[in-house]
Antibody, heavy 119, light 110 residues
Framework: RLQESGPGLVRPSETLSLTCTVS????????WGWIRQPPGKGLEWLGY???????HYNPSLKSRVTLSIDTSINQFSLKLKSVTAADTAMYYC???????????????WGPGTLVTVSS | QSALTQPPSASGSPGQSVTISCTGT?????????VSWYQQHPGKAPKLIIS???KRPSGVPDRFSGSKSGNTASLTVSGLQAEDEADYHC??????????FGGGTTLTVL
């Protein structure tokens, strides 16, 4: 019900842009998040966006990440600027359970898309 | 902010029980009833198997259970089956609009 899309290769110092398309579910009521996983490593939360546009970001990436949402076309997007090789990872989008400002879960997840940062 | 601490690996024989720990601090796991666990098979996306410390979503076998004591949450897999071989990740709320993942644990069924 979620599908990531975007370039698989991004040049260093440029901006990584990905879109997640949601099908079979209303985008209202929930938050929508992005998570990444470098090859062979653990998961890292990037941020999440509410259906009317409010956003929350991982403090360690806040200066480089921008999320947006367009409920009219059932999509939300990620932009990560000034990328380096360390940003090479599988990027996942996921419906995010947030209540009272507290994170509950990510469910379901998209299949993921691999983004490589290289010249 | 540092990731939650999980053992890199765990193992057990079919039919046995295995417990995977997820250790944080009083600011995240210790303060949170919102610990979740995810199962990830090779080449696949993670799947939610436990939410809010010990709640199983519909369709998740009751062989999977969660608990928490102090700053440490735990996932127990009882009656191990071959298909349980996967990576397991914990996550916890870390205050308002913040969260942390663990480093992940690779479970091997011997």
């Amino acid at each position: 019900r979620l599908q990531e899309s975007g370039p698989g290769l991004v040049r260093p110092s440029e901006t990584l842009s990905l879109t997640c398309t949601v099908s079979g579910d209303s985008m209202k009521t929930y938050y929508w998040g992005w998570i990444r996983q470098p090859p062979g490593k653990g998961l890292e939360w990037l941020g999440y966006v509410y259906y009317y546009g409010s956003t929350h970001y991982n403090p360690s990436l806040k200066s480089r990440v921008t999320l947006s949402i367009d409920t009219s076309i059932n999509q939300f997007s990620l932009k990560l600027k000034s990328v380096t090789a360390a940003d090479t990872a599988m990027y996942y989008c996921a419906r995010t359970g947030i209540w009272g400002g507290y994170f509950y879960w990510f469910d379901p997840w998209g299949p993921g898309t691999l983004v490589t940062v290289s010249s | 902010q540092s990731a939650l601490t999980q053992p890199p690996s765990a193992s057990g024989s079919p039919g046995q029980s295995v417990t995977i720990s997820c250790t944080g601090t009083p600011s995240d796991v210790g303060a949170s009833n919102y610990v979740s666990w995810y199962q990830q098979h090779p080449g696949k996306a993670p799947k939610l198997i436990i939410s809010e410390v010990n709640k199983r979503p519909s369709g998740v076998p009751d062989r999977f259970s969660g608990s928490k004591s102090g700053n440490t949450a735990s996932l127990t897999v009882s009656g191990l089956q071959a298909e349980d071989e996967a990576d397991y990740h914990c996550a916890s709320s870390a205050g308002s609009n913040n969260l942390l993942f663990g480093g992940g644990t690779t479970l091997t069924v011997l």
